[in-house]
């Protein structure tokens, strides 16, 4: 076995691999261990990364909730600004109404008494003239000066009074 060219053969192969081996494992060791301290590292920021992303999005469902509540706030008040934009209008159109009305009667009732007036005026001026003409077909000019007479004394009995 000794003198086997085989047997030195599997010891120098033995020895090759002892003398590689060891250097290798060291080379593979580091190399592993470079290698886990980087996926370590990547972990550890991945899971920073994950927790900065959890608190960012807490962050923005506080702001999400409180926009919400702005949101509904604005909401309501322009509610009750429009109610009591309408309520305000609603008076002020029936304020206007009630005057334009009352002004409506005020000059129908002032027409009325203008018209009245007027058909007044033409049923005397009618009446006068009428009286005039029967008067000048029926009275003679001596009738006529007694009653002018008479007038004029009827008329000094109510100036006295």
């Known amino acids: 076995m000794i003198s086997d060219p085989q047997f030195w053969v599997a010891i120098a192969f033995g ?6 081996f060891n250097p290798a494992r060291k080379i593979l060791s580091s190399s592993l261990d470079l290698k886990i301290k980087e996926i370590k590292s990547n972990i550890d920021e991945a899971e920073n990364i994950k927790n900065e992303t959890q608190l960012s999005l807490i962050d923005i469902q506080k702001r999400q ?5 702005e949101v509904k706030e604005i909401h309501s008040n322009v509610k009750n600004k429009i109610k009591a934009i309408e309520t305000q209008a609603k008076i002020k159109l029936t304020d206007q109404t009630s005057k334009k009305e009352l002004l409506a009667k005020e000059k129908i009732e002032q027409m009325t008494r203008d018209a009245n007036l007027a058909v007044q005026k033409n049923i005397i001026k ?18 006529k000066h007694n009653l002018i007479n008479q007038s004029i004394k009827d008329l000094e009995k109510t100036l006295k009074n």
């Open 65 to 69: 909730n409180e926009v919400e509540l």
């Open 126 to 143: 009618t009446s006068i003239d009428a009286t005039i003409k029967i008067l000048e077909k029926k009275i003679n000019d001596q009738e």
């Open 15 to 20: 020895i090759f691999l002892l003398a590689i």
